[in-house]
């Protein structure tokens, strides 16, 4: 059971646009959504995180909506740039633990 | 601060043998987890360690297994070793099971002949 889908698998932005990416979740108990950016040969970096009592989070060109009604989540990259070519995941987990569940994962290309 | 160090970076090992993950969680943190990550199944928790204590376990064969240190250092071992545990290997570590915030390190690229 896939319980954070994520979309598109992958998408193509020019520089400057905007990129968004979107999961949707079934349980319920998750009450942590961070997103992390992964490049070729490294591990994944926390890029962004809410939780539920908030709807919206912005950290510099990263913004991340929240629906708790929907279960859905999703991120906006402003501005895209070259160098935010990668692969990038959502995730949920629990309050209390760190197992986190991922999305399938989006490969963002953004073309100078 | 230094990040979470992974070793060996790179292994190859042949069917049948087994291994051993090495993790250094970032200084102060003391909560590990192990995630498995593949172009087929994506990225996949393995197990949780807390005070030298499994907290949680994935949907993995009794094949792999982990324990935490006392100076939370992780392991994590896998044993009989099958073409299908090519994977990269990452540790993530954490302030504590409540905080939430992890943060990975770069990952064990193993291969199995």
């Known amino acids: 059971q896939q319980q954070v889908k994520q979309s598109p698998q992958s998408l193509i932005v020019q520089k400057g646009g905007i990129s968004i990416i979107n999961c949707a979740y079934e349980?319920?108990?998750?009450?942590?959504f961070p997103w992390y950016q992964q490049f070729p040969g490294k591990g994944p970096a926390l890029l962004i995180a809410i939780r539920p009592d908030v709807s919206e989070k912005k950290e510099g060109r990263f913004t991340i909506s929240f629906n708790k009604s929907a279960k859905q989540f999703s991120l906006h990259i402003m501005d895209s740039q070259p160098g935010d070519s990668a692969t990038y995941f959502c995730?949920?987990?629990?309050?209390?633990?760190?197992?986190?569940?991922f999305g399938g994962g989006t490969r963002v290309l953004v073309k100078p | 601060k230094a990040g979470v160090t992974q070793t060996p970076r790179y292994l190859i090992k042949t069917r049948g043998q087994q291994v051993t993950l090495s993790c250094s969680p970032i200084s102060g943190h003391r909560s590990v987890s192990w995630y498995q990550q593949t172009p087929g199944q994506g990225l996949q928790f393995l197990f949780e360690?807390?005070?030298?204590?499994?907290?949680n376990k994935g949907n993995f064969p009794g094949r792999f297994s982990g324990r935490q240190f006392s100076n939370s250092r992780s392991e994590m071992n896998v044993s009989t070793l099958e073409l299908g545990d090519s994977a990269l290997y990452l540790c993530a570590s954490s302030f504590s099971p409540t905080y939430n915030e992890q943060f990975f390190g770069p990952g064990t690229r193993l291969t199995v002949l």
């Open positions: 349980n319920t108990a998750f009450d942590y």
């Open positions: 360690y807390f005070s030298e204590t499994q907290r």
């Open positions: 995730a949920a987990s629990k309050a209390a633990g760190n197992k986190l569940t």
